[in-house]
């Protein structure tokens, strides 16, 4: 197993100072629908695709879209499962992750031993990462049993954060969950940043330009979109507002 995306990630982010990610959600959008979206968002400057959902149920359908987002891009597809039904050979990598905050060790770090051989087996690179849900966290917080960290809590967030690097973990997740009202507090992810020694990824709740440049501003080395490309009829426009935001921001 190499780590070719992961190398590449690092890579972009240096160079540009922030990168973005599209997350489609072949549970929401139907197949063809996110094949158009990850070509549009390529084109806008996404850096790469994200796949999965709280509610990813069928694991051939996963093949199947992802067998076709392949054909049609070259950014690298990467698995952001919920579940052993997100595993597909046919991604260039997966988010090996563990949701931190979960009070059930299924999403701790049953699901991963279950999924973990198949993974090995089927060559796929993964990232190991540290999945923290902020507030109610959505679907994501429901599904994942999470005791979400309290908005005017950082210094919690930055103790799960703090965890998951000191286990290894080489990228950390602050996710307030997709459709989140209010995404993760800058002032949470600043103080994070400030002591974390792995990227830093934000997701959930970020709609546009000006919320995805605060976030970077705060730290994100990665900001994560994806109700923004499922609700709008201008996909490129729209990521390319939130990347042009994101990069080369002084931080
Ligand atoms: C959810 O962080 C991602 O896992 C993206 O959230 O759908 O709110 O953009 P949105």
Known sequence: MGRSVEHSLIEKI?????????????????????????????????SAIMVGGSTLASNSDLDDVIREIKKRVGVPLILFPN?????????????????????STYYLI??????????????????????????????AGFVGQARGIPYDHPELALGYSLAAETLGMRFVYLEAGSGAKAPVPTKMIALVKKHLGVPLIV???????????AAV???????????????????????????????????
């Open 217 to 251: 501003e705060a730290g994100a080395d990665i900001v994560v979109t994806g109700t923004l490309v499922e609700e709008t009829s201008g996909v490129r426009e729209s990521i390319y507002e939130i990347v042009r935001n994101i990069e080369s921001r002084e931080r």
């Open 14 to 46: 240096r160079e540009r100072g922030a990168i973005h990610m599209t997350l489609l959600d072949p549970q929401k959008t139907a197949s063809g629908k996110c094949v158009e979206i990850a070509s549009e968002a390529e084109k806008a400057g996404t």
């Open 83 to 103: 579940n052993i039904s997100g595993v597909s050979r046919y991604a260039d990598a997966i988010w090996f992750m563990s949701l931190l905050n979960s009070s």
């Open 110 to 139: 049953d699901v991963q031993a279950l999924s973990a051989p198949l993974i090995k087996r089927y060559g796929l690179e993964a990232i190991p990462m540290g999945y923290i849900i902020v507030g109610e966290g959505g679907a």
């Open 203 to 213: 997701g959930g709740g970020i709609r546009n330009g000006k919320a995805a440049r």
